[in-house]
């Protein structure tokens, strides 16, 4: 070194204070512990698990084994559920017990899918050109692989939380119902999963034109309602027909409902929300998301009009998804029928959501009526030592990423770890396209590398949650 040590002492000392406070985390995880989580996503998704015709006992069964063969003991394990066809695992690894435990969860049953209406098989994993394709890649598959290939992981290393690390992967949250895993587990082995905190689907990252622009933390979400609009009518021959026609009445109604659109408003998480949206926007939009934060009709209008995501974010949502009707070709309808699925802000209320569409319906001869059993739940206090944590974890792999609490749209197992009184929290870490989210929809596919950053970082997070000194 021709210079006198002191600089280089100090540039040491500058680097270390620099690191003291940061994680260093790789992006990814090593080789082969990608290899497992791969390896078990795939096996995960392959299982045809859809919540009408298929069953989750096998994903159950698929992760016990895993386990097993990792060495967890079989006292560790639970498989059991509300139907033989629709299992849960539940497994728990020990920490010191100085804390509460903490729960991860995801589902394992998926929405069905059509072979006819994807371009490639649904039931057939498959990665090409960036991405892994399949019914569940998205939605909640690769969240249930990884927590199993990361509690896998935190055993060969030994690691020693303070807490015990308890994984749930459930059943029939897709359609809720008599077999939905957490409602069951909840009733029946409450101990199993009472924890202080959860982890759950319904955050992630949110990327734009390739860029990363959020790692959403989910708090609050909305509720579903699920509305039956239904008209009978007489019939008679079709060879007779008469303006007064079933399907005619319903069709006038669903197109109404088609223009019709609830009010825009912001709550104290959509509108943190946008703020944060504000300050990475740039041009017009940065001006019109700040004064939507605030609460501007008209920029809230215009911020909704940008995309489905920021328009669901605005405003409770009522669509029409089902359609039923008449009962032969050569006559006339005696009855015609709609499910209108509406996801509905937690301000909304039950009453205040019929009464719009009864509104919107104008028509005596159809009725709307509620089906099932609503479940809003509350929104999560946002915790420091969680906010601490995902902020940790997220910088560590992603600087300069924000981490930004969100409302989701669609509804989570949450909602009802909530109301059961485990604050739960929607973080995944796996970055999508914020305007090309296909859960439930066709072709649903995740990013390789994103499958593989939301490992790297849900490993991180939870050794942070469970061992804070880590
Ligand atoms: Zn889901």
């Known amino acids: 070194m021709p210079t006198s040590q002191k600089p280089h002492l100090l540039c040491l000392i500058f680097l270390s204070s620099l ?102 098989d649904p039931f057939q994993f498959l990665e090409r050109d960036g991405f892994f394709y399949g019914r569940g890649t998205g939605d909640d598959k690769a969240q249930a692989a990884v927590w199993i290939a990361n509690l896998i992981r935190y055993k060969q290393e030994s690691f020693k939380p303070d807490r015990d690390i308890i994984v749930a992967l ?25 924890a202080e905190l959860a982890l ?27 509305f039956r609009f239904e008209v009978r009518n007489k019939g008679g021959h079709s060879s007779l027909p008469v303006a007064d ?60 009009a940008i995309s489905a995501a920021w328009n669901a974010t605005l405003r409770t949502t009522c669509v029409a998804t089902l359609l039923e009707g008449g009962h032969a070709i050569n006559a006339l309808p005696q009855l015609a029928a709609a499910t209108v699925n509406c996801r509905v802000l937690p301000e909304d209320s039950i009453e205040f959501v019929k009464g719009e569409l009864q509104k919107v319906v104008a028509d005596d001869q159809m009725t709307v009526k509620l089906l099932g059993e609503p479940h809003p739940g509350p929104a999560s206090a946002l915790r420091p030592d969680v906010a601490q944590a995902v902020r940790r974890a997220t910088e560590a792999l992603w600087p300069g990423v924000p981490v930004v609490p969100i409302m989701v749209m669609g509804a989570t197992d949450g909602a009802y770890l909530r109301a059961a009184g485990i604050p739960t929290y929607g973080i995944q870490g796996f970055f ?39």
């Open 19 to 120: 690191f003291a406070g940061t994680l260093r985390a790789q992006t990814t995880r090593p080789d082969a512990e990608k290899q497992l989580a791969l390896a078990i996503y795939k096996e995960f998704v392959e299982i045809q698990s859809g919540y009408t015709t298929g069953s989750t006992t096998p994903v159950a069964e698929a992760a016990a084994a895993r386990l097993r063969t990792a060495g967890f003991p079989e006292s560790d394990i639970f498989i059991g559920g509300a139907s033989p066809k629709k299992a849960n695992l539940v497994v728990r690894y020990h920490g010191t017990g100085a804390r509460k435990p903490i729960l991860l969860l995801a589902h394992t049953d998926v929405v069905e899918a059509k072979r006819e209406d994807w371009s490639v």
């Open 432 to 470: 999508m396209d914020r305007d090309d989210i296909r859960f439930h929809g066709r072709d649903e596919r995740l990013g390789v590398q994103s499958f593989y950053e939301g490992q790297a970082f849900l490993y991180e997070l939870v050794k942070l949650l469970a061992k804070p000194s880590n």
């Open 200 to 226: 759950n689907e319904g955050g992630w990252g949110e990327e734009a034109a390739g860029k990363k622009i959020s790692n959403d933390l989910q708090v609050s979400e909305k509720y579903v309602l699920n």
């Open 245 to 304: 026609n079933a399907i005619y009445h319903l069709a006038g109604a669903l197109e109404r409902l088609s223009h019709f659109a609830f009010p825009l408003e912001v709550n104290d998480v959509t509108s943190a929300y946008f703020r944060e949206m504000a300050n990475l926007a740039t041009g017009s939009q940065k001006e019109d998301l700040a004064k939507a934060a605030a609460g501007s009709q008209d920029a809230m209008s215009r911020v909704a």
């Open 170 to 194: 459930t059943a029939d949250e897709e359609g809720g119902g008599p077999f939905h895993g957490v409602t069951w587990l909840l009733k029946n082995h409450r101990e199993l999963i009472d």
